[in-house]
């Protein structure tokens, strides 16, 4: 039985399709957008058509960008663009600057290899880096993939492709994370970092 | 510092403001709005605009609605029109449907009195509901706010308003939940369920 008339059913069935919103938080999300004042919910239906329209993925790194040009990180001239740093997803991108460490450039493959999911390597952006490092002035490839299955299988498939173009590949250390303790650490991390010891 | 396309972070900022969405989840749930196919997205939007446009309050129980006319509860002459169920929220409606044994009519208050959030008896539908009964036809309201400070003050004042027209003013019963535990019940609710007792 449908409690809410059609039109407000139809704006909760939309929000109930976002990931990790489940039927009562489309409800309550909806009740909201109609409580919001006059013009502000046009403003969120605008931003969103708005959003798909202008925005691109970046011809050299992929990442997601406005307009036709680089994005503002290839497009800086103060990094290193011999250092490219291979992540899965653009939320990735913004870890990393967040650190506000890392100089070099990034390549967004937009997902992993997961056959689970029937994603093939063809369904990466991985031509345009493996023709992004043959153009060259490539020194490193970092692979920065989540330390997940999928992420490694990713790492290590394209170390094996990148290897023979005579570029240094290499994989973000694994650890004990800052400020946590070892009696929480999973095993398999501290095994890693273990493998991993440096001289002090 | 913004990572993303102003295009994207204006989206970003939009599910930012709903509910329960935190800067995190914005991204997450822009970052899906911007992966969906073609056409999609566009459809979400419309449904924000649509909702807004044709969805009004019934004239009679101040539900959310369709057009014009009365809300499907209101319009349907099987429900019985001489008893009213005082709610705070179009979603307690759903809440009492849900539980499919009350075939009286609704009245959505739109909010409870609350001095702290600046809510005072005339930003409510308070006089909408003192008309309906004034107009006669109904014998008993039902007090079904929330069982809080706020939602017990707004069932008291308008207790206060009903009860001199003639009607019988009444409040869903207070007890332990079906299917809890007597240990995990808080101690106001034993001792309500505990003066409330019934005869067997």
Request: include cysteine.
């Amino acid at each position: 039985m449908e409690y809410f008339p059609p039109a407000l059913e139809a704006l909760i069935e939309q929000f109930a399709r976002l990931p990790g919103v489940g039927k009562k938080s489309a409800q309550r999300l909806a009740l909201f957008v109609l409580s919001l004042p006059e013009g502000e919910a046009e403003k969120f239906a605008e931003a969103i058509v708005n959003a798909r329209q202008v925005i691109s993925c970046c011809p050299v790194c992929q990442n997601f960008s406005e307009g036709e040009g680089l994005c503002p990180i290839c497009g800086d001239p103060k990094r290193d663009a011999s250092t490219i740093c291979v992540v899965a997803d653009p939320k990735d991108v913004i870890a990393m600057e967040q650190g506000r460490e890392y100089n070099g450039v990034y390549h967004v493959l937009h997902g992993v290899i997961s056959p689970m999911n029937h994603v093939g390597p063809d369904d990466l952006e991985i031509k345009s880096l493996l023709s992004r490092v043959e153009e060259g002035g490539v020194n490193e490839v970092i692979m920065a993939t989540d330390p997940d299955t999928e992420g490694e299988a990713t790492a290590m498939y394209l170390a094996r492709l990148l290897r023979p173009l005579g570029v240094t590949v290499t994989r973000l250390a694994y650890g004990i994370p800052i400020g946590s303790h070892l009696e929480y650490a999973d095993q398999a991390t501290l095994m890693r970092a273990l493998e991993g010891r440096q001289v002090l």
